[in-house]
């Protein structure tokens, strides 16, 4: 049984009177302790789909159909009050930049203990000890030393290791880490990824990726979403997507990631960008920009399955055991 399902996840921008779809009818599962990521450029829907998850949308955004069950429970229908209950007990999130999601006049032994408290354990004592230890367990050096100090006194990946430590304290068991890299130095980042992999080995924790980095993905193990324009163009196995993609939007994006054997070469570039939520979709959205388009193109493609458990959301899928459903 998934840990946690997703099934037509819709999210809309509101501007005045005017909706406009930004995640068009979303569904996938994460099984106890797998990894999934999902990928795919800055405005195709990738954020929004973890915090419509999470009830966390901005004013302007809503989520306007679909469910997101954990454990047995539909968090999108919970109220705010219930929501609060869920969040960092049953699921956490670590999200893009620590200084700005992190207090700046709040020491940092609170603020990765603060998730205890609200959710009701009180005693003091017992809460420093489970803060030292989670903060140990996130790599973090000297938690006694680093126990008064102030976020601006960390480095950026050593204030990442604080998030972490506070999203992993309550032994949630759904993470959902967006772009939890960024900011972060090649050496900072691999070091991060680890950590996250041996956390999730050690607990069972699931892990939800948020990233646009495929050069980053390559490193996890678990299955990829390709996100563009609020939908998912293709997915499967990790390795299987990234070694023979079937979309010519994945294609694209692999094209992009510097390599060794491409040492000295231009990087791939795809033309055009990804269309606002204000633009009528009524064709695939990524005609505009693909080199395999034809008329059939000025209509919604199906989905189809490819096989090994790979889906692509594509008139001209190019894999091999592709097929219509």
């Not at 999470?54 to 679909?66: D, F, I, Q, Y």
């Not at 040492?263 to 959205?285: E, S």
Request: proline fraction near 8%.
């Amino acid at each position: 049984m998934p840990l946690l399902s997703v099934k037509d996840l819709s999210v809309a921008i509101t501007r005045g009177a005017d909706s406009f779809p930004a995640v068009d009818a979303v569904s996938f599962d994460i099984e106890p302790g797998e990894t999934v990521c999902i990928a795919g450029e800055s405005g195709c829907g990738k954020s929004l789909t973890a915090l419509g998850i999470m009830g966390l949308l901005p004013e302007a955004a809503r989520v306007t159909g679909g469910q997101a069950i954990l454990g047995g429970e539909d968090l999108l229908s919970l109220p705010q009050a219930e929501m609060r209950r869920v969040r960092g007990e049953r699921a956490a999130m670590i999200f893009q930049e620590p200084m700005t999601s992190l207090n700046p006049l709040m020491k940092i032994g609170r603020q990765v203990t603060e998730p205890l408290f609200l959710h009701g354990r009180r005693d003091a004592r017992e809460n420093r000890r489970a803060g030292l230890q989670a903060m140990a367990a996130a790599g973090l050096p000297e938690p006694e030393k680093l126990w008064s100090m102030y976020p601006h006194q960390l480095s950026g990946g050593m204030r990442q290791r604080v998030m972490i430590a506070m999203a992993f304290i309550t032994r949630p068991k759904l993470l959902i880490a967006d772009e939890p890299t960024t900011a972060l130095d090649a050496v900072s980042e691999g070091q991060v990824l680890r950590l996250l992999g041996e956390l999730s080995g050690d607990t069972g924790m699931s892990v939800l990726y948020i990233s646009h980095d495929l050069g980053l993905i390559r490193r996890l193990r678990g299955r990829v979403l390709i996100m563009y324009a609020g939908r998912f163009v293709e997915e499967g196995p990790a390795e299987s997507v990234l070694t023979h993609p079937a979309h010519e939007y994945t294609k694209g994006l692999l094209g992009a990631v510097p390599t060794k054997d491409g040492k000295g070469k231009p990087l791939a570039n795809i033309p055009g960008k990804v269309p606002a939520v204000t633009d009528a979709k009524a064709a695939c959205p990524f005609m505009p920009r693909c080199p395999s388009r034809g008329k059939i193109c000025a209509e919604m493609p199906p989905p189809r399955v490819a096989a090994g458990k790979r889906g692509v959301w594509c008139h001209f899928p190019d894999a091999e055991g592709v097929r219509g459903l």
